[in-house]
């Protein structure tokens, strides 16, 4: 069975950091592609960054890019964001999600985990 698993989000003033973790279990990291989502109130959901499974490149939405770092532990099967200076638009609840090998950046991932609310207060 496919599980995605995220924790760390959590309550955090503007400027501030958190790093999600992504437990993943199922299927092999080694041969998909990886990424975060997120959808704020009122929103849809909205792909902030994904990682290419067969090269490691990683891409990022413009909004998100130079603050929000995506990393990998093979041994843990664990995907991380880390999340640096932190903007109150950035509140949302955040989704692990996978993917094709090449899908990323251009075609959409189609499973996703349940979900972590990431609040940023000014």
């Known amino acids: 069975e496919v599980r995605l698993v995220e924790s760390g989000g959590g309550l955090v003033q503007a400027g501030g950091s958190l790093r999600l973790s992504c437990e993943v279990s199922?299927?092999?990291?080694?041969?998909?592609?990886m990424g975060w989502y997120r959808q704020a109130p009122g929103k849809e959901r909205e792909r902030i960054s994904c990682?290419?499974?067969?090269?490691?490149?990683?891409y990022y939405r413009d909004s998100v890019k130079g603050r929000f770092t995506v990393s990998r532990d093979n041994a843990k099967n664990t995907l991380y964001l880390q999340m640096d200076s932190l903007k109150p638009e950035d509140t949302a609840v955040y989704y692990c999600?996978?993917?094709?090998?090449?899908?990323?950046?251009?075609?959409?991932?189609?499973?996703w985990g349940q979900g972590t609310q990431v609040t940023v207060s000014l």
């Open positions: 999600a996978m993917g094709g090998q090449t899908d990323c950046p251009i075609y959409p991932f189609g499973s």
């Open positions: 199922g299927f092999s990291f080694d041969y998909y592609g």
């Open positions: 990682m290419r499974s067969v090269d490691g490149t990683t």
